[in-house]
T-cell receptor, first 114, second 115 residues
Framework: DVKVTQSSRYLVKRTGEKVFLECVQD?????MFWYRQDPGLGLRLIYF???????EKGDIPEGYSVSREKKERFSLILESASTNQTSMYLC?????????????FGPGTRLTVT | AQSVTQLDSQVPVFEEAPVELRCNYSSSVSVYLFWYVQYPNQGLQLLLK??????LVKGINGFEAEFNKSQTSFHLRKPSVHISDTAEYFC?????????????FGAGTRLAVHP
């Protein structure tokens, strides 16, 4: 069974803290994605990676960075958390660059920055 | 550029009634369309997809959608809903950019099924 896991379901951090969100997939997928989900805005792509050590900016990369040292793991980093980064963060993965149509999602991390 | 508009932010409906969730897309190239569902406190799950072929696509849990090229629509339907269908539904389109395929999501439609 396909599985994408995220390190935390809920997280509370203070403004200015460095925050790490971890995502692991067990499907040997090439592509991994980080989205943020906000009411009325749907999902917006922050960063994605199509291979180990490769990363590409999505539509809203400002204030975020990512790391992919191993194929199964994709980390989202908030260098200095701010209150406007309070959101639901969803990780996803998909097969290869050509067939990256169906994405499998993790359960999400609800991050609150105070 | 590809984009998606979900015309209703919320749809209330009674149990066993039919429902239609509307989605319109804009795209100047080949279209690949998806509906995802998000149950409370969960991630997104694929309901159905249109890549090519028959314009009527059947998905899980009794849902279906029809690709209408002339109206640039991909509406989701179910003839009789259950309480368990209460969830948020997202329409999405593939955007081809710089050699990569990205999913572009609509804002979502919250379906509330009442007894």
């Amino acid at each position: 069974d396909v599985k994408v896991t995220q390190s935390s379901r809920y997280l509370v951090k203070r403004t200015g803290e460095k925050v790490f969100l971890e995502c692991v997939q067990d499907m040997d997928h090439e592509n991994m994605f980080w989205y943020r989900q906000d009411p009325g805005l749907g999902l917006r792509l922050i960063y994605f990676s199509y291979d180990v050590k490769m990363k590409e900016k999505g539509d809203i990369p400002e204030g975020y960075s990512v790391s992919r040292e191993k194929k199964e793991r994709f980390s989202l980093i908030l260098e200095s958390a701010s209150t406007n980064q309070t959101s639901m963060y969803l990780c996803a993965s998909s097969g290869d660059r050509r067939s990256s149509y169906e994405q499998y999602f993790g359960p999400g991390t609800r991050l609150t920055v105070t | 550029a590809q984009s998606v508009t979900q015309l209703d932010s919320q749809v209330p409906v009674f149990e066993e009634a039919p429902v239609e969730l509307r989605c319109n897309y804009s795209s100047s190239v080949s279209v690949y369309l998806f509906w995802y569902v998000q149950y409370p406190n969960q991630g997104l799950q694929l309901l159905l997809k249109y890549l090519s072929g028959s314009t009527l696509v059947k998905g899980i849990n009794g849902f279906e959608a029809e690709f209408n090229k002339s109206q640039t629509s991909f509406h989701l339907r179910k003839p009789s809903v259950h309480i368990s269908d209460t969830a948020e539904y997202f329409c999405a389109v593939i955007r081809f950019s710089g050699g990569y395929n990205k999913l572009i999501f609509g804002a979502g439609t919250r379906l509330a099924v009442h007894p």
